[in-house]
């Protein structure tokens, strides 16, 4: 950083970078799912409307769809019929993608912060000053310290770009908070457990399962579209939902039985269940016997984890363990006990998930109809670039000895490793943050703001003016994905499938594609050698040709479907040797016995709250995509704020109306910004429940401006997963504050 530069500030982005209000609309309405989608394409075609190619990247289910411009202006998007990832429906959000286009609060050209009478601001640079600043200071970090002491932070398809840049540099620290902060436990679990990840979107075979078990996961509010689908099509079938979740969700209100669980107990139900399963012989024997690892040691380890047991730990009663527990076998193997998606709740994560696919593994689901399929994916040829330079420290060498069993970097451990220590030769010096709002993502944030005081360099790329880009030296405006192309959507489902991504739109304002951008920065980096294809279209029908199509042809049909050339359903007594240890579904981990760990889990009593507060859970809105998506004018009319759960009980003991206004401060005395109440009793008495994303506190955003409360903000206790560095986030309790007079 600058010497003038002493301490980084915070800057409100003005006219230089963001525009006017707009009003939006938006509607949300029930779907007859018995009406193909193609009828609705035919008759939008009539019309005589144009249409693009496009997969959305509203979430990370990148559905894909069609842009439809009606006189040459933006008029609606549909899902694609030929998609398995839409089924030619898509979700309230996707729906919403327009006005990520037509939000006037959107970044509208490059920035860099200067000095200007004693104060910083930013001022509006071209591109290639943004691009010289951008790359000076690049090179002053790698000559003082280290190529390696530059990380990515990436959430959304053009970080491929930026990641192949930085590698380039000579630094491999890239990290997603979709690691640590969501799915990681999970992928880590099964990968320990059956040698395989589950992967997104997830290989569940929901639309063939006869019982389905959900502990946490919100199906509904989480609008995971095509999985929402399958759920729908599953429960219209008469399948049996066992939910478990302290709050009576949308899932479970079709659920056949609802446990209403304590929180912090979820592992000693699952263990609960896995000895019922065992000791009442209720499991797949054939299955077990050939393809599983450890069954004795599992069975005398589960042998005290009884319903009786279970009972004043989880609050559930034996009987309902039991019943439960019968269930599941009843409708074995096309019993799915869901995986989960956002899985980092107390510390002990990796543990819990194993028991969760353990389970799984009793009643024999994997690789079973109406269990977990295998995924096809198609392949197709990147074009080939140089090999990488050596990569000589990671973030690994920050924390010697921990987190033995992670694959990714982690987003935190990078955050923690930016504050200098006296025990580390070389902290982070500079970050590139591409579409992750780090400050409102990241737990504990006053860490966050801490690790960006010690940094040269910090490059926020973006569409919005999230919190992050007032604490950036330089904001690089990235166009909507309905301006741009984008690398092909090759994403895992029952049919191996390719979309294309094209521009239905000219990028507004002096906004740009992130491949441009980099293309363009690998120059002033004498890096271009990474990025042989002058252009997207170029790149794209390299890729293309290796499966014997072309740009031309995806930019008419959208989706193209390849043959799957193996079988959905493998493990009905076929030899299958599994990428384990021992080459078997390992119900006992060799690999967690040998880092250290119990190679079973087993179950550890969580932290109490204390007296008059509550444990804080969190979810998801089906509108709304973490805070991405807040700001949107047509999403933001659906849900402007979010409200906190109170139980009716609980808000009669605090004398607490329904509606009105009020404050959350937890342990540590971090307090909330207003947030309004909803008394319910679809909620336990010991816990609290609000829904992520919301509460920004700058009012460079407009319409999500102090709208509800940010939960991230109550978040400074975290419980770190000792195996691989999952943040375990529900371990902080609320008390309630009545607003200041």
Same mark, same amino acid.
């Given at each position: ?160 770009? @930026? ?19 969501? +799915? ?18 997830? +290989? ?38 066992? =939910? ?69 730990? =989880? ?56 269990? @977990? ?157 990474? @990025? ?210």
């Amino acid at each position: 950083m600058s010497q003038q530069l002493k301490r980084r500030e915070f800057i409100k982005i003005s006219g230089a970078g963001v525009g006017g209000m707009m009003a939006g609309s938006g509607l949300l309405q029930a779907v007859d799912f018995s009406n193909p989608q193609t009828d609705s394409e035919e008759l939008i075609e009539r019309k005589g409307t144009e249409r693009t190619a496009t997969y959305c990247e509203m979430c990370f289910w990148k559905c894909a769809g069609w842009v439809y411009k009606k006189d040459g202006k933006p008029w609606k998007i549909v899902g694609h019929a030929e998609d398995p990832n839409s089924n030619g429906r898509f979700c309230p959000r996707g729906t919403g993608g327009i006005g990520a286009y037509t939000d006037k609060d959107r970044l509208k050209t490059p920035l860099i912060r200067v000095q200007k009478n004693g104060k910083q601001v930013f001022r509006k640079a071209t591109w290639d000053e943004a691009f010289e600043y951008i790359a000076r200071k690049m090179n002053i970090i790698k000559e003082e310290h280290g190529p390696d002491c530059i990380a990515l932070f990436t959430h959304g398809s053009g970080g491929s770009y @930026f990641k192949n840049l930085l590698r380039g540099f000579g630094s491999n620290n890239v990290a997603a908070p979709s690691y640590a902060q969501c +799915r990681g436990p999970r992928e880590e679990a099964y990968m320990l457990t059956y040698g395989e990840v589950v992967g997104s979107p997830e +290989r569940t075979d929901m639309q063939n399962s006869k019982c389905i078990v959900l502990l946490g996961s919100h199906l509904g509010e989480n609008m995971h579209n095509g999985q929402v689908q399958e759920f729908v099509e599953a429960v219209a079938g008469g399948a049996s939902v066992i =939910t478990v979740d302290p709050r009576f969700s949308t899932a479970a209100s079709k659920s056949k039985y609802w446990l209403p669980i304590k929180p912090a107990t979820d592992l000693a139900l699952l263990l609960a269940w896995i000895h019922v399963i065992i000791y009442e012989e209720l499991y797949d024997k054939e299955y077990v016997e050939q393809y599983t690892y450890g069954f004795e040691q599992l069975k005398a380890s589960v042998k005290h984890n009884t319903p009786e047991w279970a009972y004043p730990i =989880t609050t559930i009663k034996p009987h309902l363990i039991r019943e439960t527990a019968r269930e599941m076998a009843r409708y074995a193997p096309a019993t799915l006990v869901h995986p989960g998606r956002h899985v980092t709740w107390y510390g002990d994560d990796t543990q819990r998930v194993r028991a969760n696919a353990i389970l799984n593994a009793l009643l024999g689901s994997w690789g079973r109809r109406g269990g @977990f399929y295998a995924p096809a994916k198609a392949k197709v040829k990147k074009p080939q670039i140089p090999d990488y330079p050596e990569f000589k420290r990671s973030w690994r060498d920050a924390f010697p000895g921990k987190y033995p069993l992670a694959n990714l970097a982690i987003s935190s451990g990078i955050c923690d490793a930016t504050i200098p220590t006296p025990e580390r030769d070389c902290s982070f010096k500079g970050w590139i943050v591409y579409g992750t709002n780090l400050p409102l993502t990241l737990p504990q944030p006053e860490k966050t703001y801490e690790a960006i005081q010690n940094l040269d360099l910090l490059v926020a790329v973006d569409i919005m003016p999230s919190e992050i880009t007032g604490w950036a030296d330089v904001v690089l405006p990235e166009c909507t994905y309905l301006e741009r192309y984008d690398d092909l959507r090759i994403s895992q489902g029952r049919v191996p499938t390719v979309a294309l991504r094209a521009p239905a739109f000219k990028p507004k304002y002096d906004s740009k594609p992130a491949y441009w951008m980099d293309r363009e920065l690998s120059k002033k980096l004498n890096l271009q050698h990474y @990025f042989p294809h002058e252009t997207m279209e170029s790149y794209l029908n390299e890729r293309l040709k290796s499966i014997g199509s072309s740009l031309e042809e995806l930019q008419q049909i959208g989706v193209k479907r390849l043959d799957n050339l193996y079988s959905l359903y493998y493990l009905n007594g076929e030899d299958y040797t599994f990428a384990t240890a021992s080459g078997k579904i390992e119900l006992y981990s060799t690999l967690l016995a040998e880092a250290g760990y119990d190679p079973i889990p087993k179950y550890k009593a969580h932290e109490e709250p204390p007296e008059g507060y509550y444990r804080l859970v969190y979810g998801r809105a089906p509108m709304h995509t973490f805070g991405r998506t807040i700001n949107n004018p047509h999403l933001h009319d659906l849900k402007s704020e979010n409200e906190v759960w109170i139980n009716r009980k609980v808000a009669e003991l605090w004398g607490i109306r329904d509606g009105e206004y009020i404050i959350l401060e937890n342990q540590d005395g971090k307090q909330s910004n207003r947030i309004k109440v909803k008394v319910t009793e679809r909620i336990r008495h010991d816990t609290v429940y609000m829904v992520h994303g919301f509460g920004h506190t700058d009012k460079r955003m407009r319409r999500a401006y102090n709208k509800g409360a940010d939960d991230n903000a109550l978040i400074s206790k975290v419980h770190v997963d000792p195996i691989m560095g999952g943040t375990g986030m529900r371990g902080n309790f609320v008390t309630f504050k009545r607003e200041a007079a």
